[in-house]
């Protein structure tokens, strides 16, 4: 889990000097950072039926095997385009390790504590590797080149196929359903359509460089959508279906799944916001701004450490709801510190959503994983990580398209009357553009950068509001749906 979340920010610091080496347009740089996560995404759903027919050990070993030797392929790519090519095909591999990973735990782990806190080991690692991603990828190619951010998911990997051969546990009623082509058609397109179309959204309402005109990516969402709703319709009527949606009749389950999804909206969309906060507000580098998210990461990493152990003195639906509010909390003195303009207090108030994000999320995965039937686990831990993903890029998306109508709107009534045309358009177009705008305007720019950092600061606070109403709910959906009581089941915690 390390490697995998590394390997997703470890290109973030290192653009620069891979297009010039390899000479990428920006288009092909943008594919180079992004075709992996979205391989990993759109391929996750059919690799948890994988795991669940060919079992999770065997699926992971030669999903490891193969990434370790595309992370090879990558390191020597000599065109943009062999490199996009290696990028994807290390989604692909990536995403028979995700399901494959959870599934484990649940064959390993049979008391409850233990499984509760091998997960949360889980997610502190994939945590910790989305952190150093960037740190790492800049200090390997000041000391290499950028080839050896690839090479560098080499010896984990290899040691995970030796180790994991040696140690590793499996099913052995393993099913042998065939694989149905349609339903692995419909949901990768789907997938992939979502949130690829998502993404490039949330890049033209910051003002990046989108590679697709605003209106197809909203077709591409809608499109992506309604792929996903044909793979739904032909599941229902599959004597094996690829996705089984009885797993979605569990209230735990689908509880579960939903509270990740709106956790996600919430929480993903205000990190974001707030790094861009902590540079456009605050004037830090990017390089700095990155370490002062560091107190959310440990604050994560802490709660979902602590988690099973207050899960043995409280029961876990107590632990969960009470993780949540305290991410809503978190984000209503988001909102507060963004009003008293001190980014200390900023950082200490996000670092209160880490801790209740990182409790939370450690017990939903734990309700997934254990109530599901024994053969589907690999599907559930899949359904988790979709549930996860479409909730990260639905958050960016929303928060950056909020941030900028909020921007825009306070823009429209702090500007004084007599502002130029142009320079007032040019104001409106993007948080970027704003500040190129006010420094490069004739005479005192420092009131107006004062009012573009009042208006950004307004969208931080408004999408905090936003955010724990979302996350509110979540811990509301969550307290009905683990309060209920159900048939005691052998896979079920009795918690």
Do not use: C
């Amino acid at each position: 889990m390390l490697t995998l979340s590394s390997d997703l920010t470890a290109l973030f610091f290192t653009v620069p000097t891979l297009v010039e080496d390899l000479g990428a347009s920006a288009t092909e740089s943008l594919w180079i950072v992004h075709a992996y996560g979205f391989l990993i995404a759109g391929f996750l759903i059919t690799m948890g039926r994988v795991s669940d027919r060919v079992g999770a050990r065997r699926l992971l070993l030669w999903g490891a095997s193969v990434f370790a030797v595309l992370s090879v392929f990558a390191a020597f790519a000599w065109t943009p385009g062999v490199l996009v090519l290696a990028r994807a095909l290390l989604g692909v591999a990536g995403a028979t390790l995700m399901p494959s990973l959870f599934s484990l735990l649940r064959e390993m782990f049979r008391d409850d504590d233990q499984r509760r806190f091998a997960i949360a080991i889980m997610f502190s690692s994939f945590t910790i590797g989305g952190a150093i991603g960037p740190l790492l990828g800049g200090a390997l190619v000041e000391a290499f080149w950028w080839g050896a951010i690839f090479l560098i998911n080499v010896p984990p990997m290899a040691l995970l196929v030796v180790l994991g051969a040696l140690v590793l546990p499996e099913r052995h009623e393993s099913r042998v359903s065939r694989i149905d082509p349609s339903s692995v058609a419909l949901s990768v397109t789907g997938m992939l359509a979502v949130v690829y179309g998502l993404q490039e959204i949330a890049a033209g309402a910051e003002g990046e460089s989108a590679s697709l005109p605003p209106g197809f990516s909203v077709f591409l969402v809608v499109a992506g959508l309604a792929m996903l709703v044909l793979f739904v319709r032909r599941q229902r009527r599959l004597a094996d279906p690829l996705f089984d949606l009885v797993l979605l009749k569990n209230r735990r389950v689908a509880a579960s799944l939903l509270t990740l999804l709106l956790t996600g909206i919430g929480s993903v969309g205000l990190f974001f916001l707030f790094t861009q906060h902590l540079q456009w507000v605050g004037g830090f580098t990017p390089l700095v701004a990155g370490i002062l998210t560091l107190p959310y990461i440990a604050a994560d990493i802490l709660g979902a450490l602590a988690a099973p152990a207050l899960a043995r003195r409280w029961r876990t639906s107590s632990i969960t709801v009470g993780g949540l509010l305290i991410v809503a909390l978190g984000a209503v003195l988001t909102a507060l510190a963004v009003a008293d303009g001190r980014i200390p207090l900023l950082i200490l108030a996000v670092a209160v959503i880490g801790v209740g994000h990182g409790a939370a999320m450690a017990l939903l995965s734990d309700a997934i994983i254990s109530s599901a039937p024994e053969d589907r686990v690999g599907s559930a831990a899949a359904a988790q990580e979709v549930g996860g993903e479409l909730g990260a890029a639905l958050g960016i998306a929303i928060g950056g398209m909020t941030g900028i109508l909020v921007f825009r709107a306070s823009l429209d009534r702090m500007l004084s009357p007599d502002t130029p045309a142009e320079l007032a358009g040019a104001l409106r177009s993007s948080i970027h553009e704003a500040f190129a705008a006010a420094h490069g305007n004739a005479g005192d720019s420092a009131p107006l950068v004062e009012t573009i950092r009042d208006a950004t600061g307004n969208g931080l606070l408004a999408y905090a509001l936003l955010a724990a109403g979302l996350v509110a709910a979540a811990a509301g959906i969550t307290a009905a749906a683990f309060s209920r009581r159900r048939a005691p089941s052998p896979a079920a915690d009795s918690r």
